[in-house]
């Protein structure tokens, strides 16, 4: 049983005391962390959100001894005494408060607690038990400070856009289903039978509506639903910062972004990153790094060799086959991986072959000048030299070749790329945030992409999205070249924001339309009243969305955006601590005029 608070008030936290409180009668309250018995006395480490601070319990004050001695690991404890400093030798340098205790005069268990199945020291706690007790999960100092950055890095972003004039409003979470994109999730409707709502993708709509109502600068920390197959990087809902501006092309879209992006590492990691960007077309970043969202924290950039004499001359029928098909030979120099076991190589392998690749070629230049190839019976000495200067590679590093389509050889090689550069990154300590931070740019995508299977053209980023200006005339007779006004803020291999300038004009949203197959009946019934906005005077504009769950991601070094939402959902879209989603009344089906039909 626990015991009232009455008559006890809080008067610090338990990581806030320090030396200088020495003297001073406290009172703290928090969770169990730790208790020692020691030859009459009890040492109680208290924690809470702040940290920690231990106490101390003498066997001179017996009803307390009595008391400690009940006393177990979570049970919720206020404690009250004098801060006094510890004797040297009981000194902790691994604890921000080790230079001090509190000799407790009063002691009261305010919640009792059964033994959990795991406790915040505990290391290799799996992930189906961390998500069902996730309250406890919650509890672990490296999680906290990870949930504690999200609020500031909140309420930096709101400063930020306040003083920049952007105003912040709410949009509506139950609005009409949008027939481009990802599934949505759909609310049914009691009041309107056979009606469903939609839970929003993004607020795109919306806030572009705001600009036609005269708002001008517009913010929301939104949350967002896609029903969709999750990975590390996805949830069904998530949370992002919308933004969009009147009157603004991509300049003013940047430069606000690069401000905002400032002042967040600044105040919340203390940080200064820099002021601009580097910038990279989205043709340019393939070609070069065989990904649109490259990490710039490693080098081995992708090298085209199709117009190489060893290549394009070559008896090879991999390489004679991909370029007669009209594909390209790249390759990717993995500097100082020559040592590299084949085992680990074969590995490499895979992740080309999992991206759609026949496989990888190699050349492993080794420290003591021997070469070894799975390739060197097709190529002569001098051949071979080719191929090594056009790779820039010397003694100690390893070449990957790939032959295929430009768009596998490319994606194949990106791959390939990222799992080498990962592993030069130095490793995090435990509740250790990165320091280095790459940011880029990546511009000019192309604005539609073609689905062979369904014979039509679907939007690269999303339908609103303004083609380039010069580009236009194409949308109806080559629209494959066409390229959009989108682009994308890429750190450290995510992306971690997407964007574009939006089509303001009725006639090209039309032709937008148009260009992905839709028929003026369908453009319609599902956007209507946004094109019918549209004809009462929409200023230019453009905005952006970061995924703020994706940011904290990158800024902490977490490996699932799971670490950095307090509730997330795993892999399959479910709950583990609730159990969602589940089965309802049949009542509540009936009242809905909804039957469920399927597998029991």
Known sequence: MGESMKGLKRSHYCGALTAADIGSTVTVMGWVNKKRDMSGLYFIVLRDRSGLIQTVVSEKTSALYAMAKEIRGEYVVAAKGEVIARTPQNVNPEMPTGE???????????????????????????????????????RRPDVHKIIALRHHVAQSIRRYLTEEGFIEIETPYLTNSSPEGA?????????HAGGFYALPQSPQQFKQLLMVAGVDK??????????EDLRADRQPEFTQLDIECSFADEEDIYAMTEGLMGRVFRETLNITIPAKFDRLSWHDAMERFGTDKPDLRFAMELVNLSDLPAVKNSDFQVFAAALENGGSVRAINATGFANLPRKQIDALVEIARAENAKGLAWINLMEDGTIKSTISKFFDEAQTAEIIAAANAKAGDLILICADTHAIARTALGAVRLSLGKRTLPELKAGEFPKDFKFLWVTNFPLLEYAPEENRYYAAHHPFTSPMEEDEHLLESDPAVVRARQYDLVINGFEAAGGSIRIHRRELQERMFKALGFTPERAKAGFGHFLEALQYGTPPHGGIAPGLDRLIMIMTGATSLREVIAFPKVKDGSCPMTDAPTVVDAAQLAELGITVVGKE
């Open 218 to 227: 517009y913010f929301q920390i939104a949350r967002c639903f896609r029903d």
């Open 100 to 138: 001090i205790e509190i000799d407790v005069q009063e002691l009261r268990i305010l919640s009792e607690a059964d033994v959990p199945p795991f406790t915040p020291a505990d290391e290799g706690v799996a992930l189906d038990t961390r998500l069902k007790y996730r309250y406890l999960d919650l």
């Open 183 to 191: 599934r949505d999730y759909l609310v049914p409707s009691r009041l």
